[in-house]
């Protein structure tokens, strides 16, 4: 079974297909450690410096894949009867699961934010 561990060290189970990406964004479907809770889960994806590298790694835990860009904290949701495959008699495997979605950083947004500070840096030196 494949692995999501942060920059923090943190470690989740993903379940088959857990690392779905589409365009900007990113989703990781994984099966939450039993002794966090929600929110302890939402505030380790929310610290940019936690996601700022996120590997994928085999059942050995040996990196298969590095993730980076996916900064940006979007949401996460519970879903209790997430479909994971059939056991051996063929019945529908159901766990829960944490889907939490990623993005990456509004490029347009962080330069415009830098450009307001330059532009309040050199009217600070002007004396305006």
């Given at each position: ?91 529908e ?30 009217l ?5």
């Amino acid at each position: 079974m494949e692995s999501l561990k942060l920059s923090g060290g943190q470690i989740y189970e993903l379940v088959a297909n857990g690392v779905q990406e589409n365009g900007d964004e990113i989703n990781f479907v994984f099966i939450p450690d039993s002794s966090k809770t929600f929110e302890q889960v939402e505030a380790e994806f929310t610290s940019e410096s936690n996601t700022e590298k996120i590997y994928v790694l085999d059942s050995a835990n040996e990196v298969m894949r590095s993730i980076v860009g996916y900064t940006q904290y979007k949401g996460m949701k519970k879903e209790p009867d997430y479909s994971v495959g059939t056991d051996e008699d063929g019945n529908e495997k159901a766990v829960t699961v944490l889907i939490v979605t990623m993005s990456k950083p509004d490029l347009q947004q962080k330069y415009a934010d830098l450009q307001s500070a330059v532009d309040m840096l050199i009217l600070d030196q002007l004396g305006a």
